[in-house]
Each structure stands twice: as C-alpha cells, then as structure tokens.
C-alpha cells in the first residue's frame, strides 16, 4: 500500500514570496489533514477535510494560509506571502475516515523563509 | 484546548536497556485516546502505540507498552531491550473522543540509543 506523498520535500523562498504544497493521502482515505511543524515543537493542526469539506480551519491564519482538496482527493496547501515565522516543516496526513484513530503520515516539506 | 507535556527535551540509552519516556496531559473530558508516536530523522511519523481512556489495561506493542495514569493524567512509553533504530523524537498526543478530531501534540522527546 502506497503511503501518503508530498511535494516538494524541501523548499526555499525569500519572505514576501508564494509557495504551494501538494498532498497525495492513502487511496481510499477520506480524512486529510495539514500540520505544521515548528522546529522543536510538535505538530500544529492547520486544517482538516472530510472528502472535498473542510472539517476544521480553526488554527489556519487564513489572512496567508490557503488550502483545498477540490476532488476529495489530492490537496494543495499555499502560502501567500510567507513570512519569516512561516519556516517549519508542513506535514500531510490522512486517516481512513473522521474519528478513526489512526492518521498515517506523509514525509513532509521542510520550507525556509529567508 | 487540551495541553499535552513531555518535560524530557533529550534522553538516551544503551542498547539492549530499557527507557521511560514521560508525558502528563491536561484535560476535563473522560473520553479521550492517547498516543505515542515516533519520528525517526526521515521525519515521516509513525504510530507506536494508542491507548484508550476507557480502558483500564496499558497497552503493549511487543518492546513498547504504556503505564497509563488516568487519575494522575499521566501517559509513559517504555521501551524494552532498545535497539538502535529507536532512535528519534517521540511525540505523545491527546484526541478527544467527544468534540471532534483534532490531535494535540506535546513537543517531544529526542532518544538517543547508544551502541
């Protein structure tokens, strides 16, 4: 079974710039989830789908922050424009369905904003 | 929004010991779920072990298993007989069983495994 895949793995832009990521979860997967990953800290959830809707956008700074999951599918997450603070690791996850326990994780994309 | 805490930044041990790994949660619900979860250099997340608030009985995983403290809200990996690809940062995680989905992760602990 193919794991969750995300694009790129590393990214490197100057603060101000637009960067976009994309998330391919488990096939069959109907939950996607966007965590971000300050270095030190433990994940921070940024938004959550069910199928194509969003479940949860509660912590996603929506004035920069944007994310769609347009087929129930594929999901891209965007930053417009990043700042210095946004320099984490973005990580993807997707479960088989809201409320099942276990999330499998992607390998994430580590950006830097200089 | 729940707090999840894991006052050990670093730990290390010798191969072939054993290693406890503490974290304390902060909550006023009485259904929730527990986890551990290990994130070696490669940095994709795996899950070691979850625990069930309902269930008195600690879960185990072959070498990991959890002194789970419900009254205390205390949740412990133990690690037997380490091995050298233990080595990484374990994150302990709260989920609520009533309001919804979300993870709350604590900060993490770094293992070192020494040969």
């Known amino acids: 079974e193919a794991g969750v895949a995300q694009s790129p793995r590393y990214k490197i832009i100057e603060k101000r710039q637009s960067v976009a990521f994309w998330c391919n979860p488990i096939?069959?997967?109907?939950?996607l989830y966007w965590y971000q990953q300050i270095l030190g800290q433990g994940p921070k959830l940024l938004i959550q789908?069910?199928?194509?809707?969003?479940?949860?956008d509660s912590q996603l700074p929506k004035d920069r922050f944007s994310a769609e999951r347009l087929k129930g599918v594929d999901s891209t997450l965007k930053i417009q424009p990043a700042k210095l603070e946004d320099s984490a690791v973005y990580l993807c996850?997707?479960?088989?369905?809201?409320?099942?326990?276990?999330?499998?994780f992607g390998p994430g994309t580590r950006l830097t904003v200089l | 929004a729940q707090t999840v805490t894991q006052s050990q930044p670093e730990m290390s041990v010798q191969e072939a010991e054993t290693v406890t790994l503490s974290c304390t949660y902060d909550?006023?619900?009485?259904?929730?779920?527990l986890f551990w979860y290990k994130q070696p250099p490669s940095r994709q997340m795996i899950l070691v072990i979850r625990?069930?608030?309902?269930?008195?009985q600690n879960a185990t995983e072959n070498r990991f298993s959890v002194n789970f403290q419900k009254a205390a809200k205390s949740f412990s990996l133990k690690i037997s007989d380490s091995q050298l690809g233990d080595a990484a940062m374990y994150f302990c995680?709260?989920?609520?069983?009533?309001?919804?989905?979300?993870?709350?992760f604590g900060t993490g602990t770094s293992l070192t495994v020494i040969p």
């Open positions: 909550t006023s619900e009485s259904d929730y779920y």
């Open positions: 789908f069910q199928n194509n809707g969003v479940v949860d």
């Open positions: 625990q069930e608030a309902y269930k008195q």
């Open positions: 096939s069959g997967h109907a939950t």
């Open positions: 995680a709260y989920r609520s069983g009533n309001t919804g989905n979300q993870f709350y």
């Open positions: 996850a997707s479960s088989l369905a809201a409320g099942v326990n276990e999330q499998f």
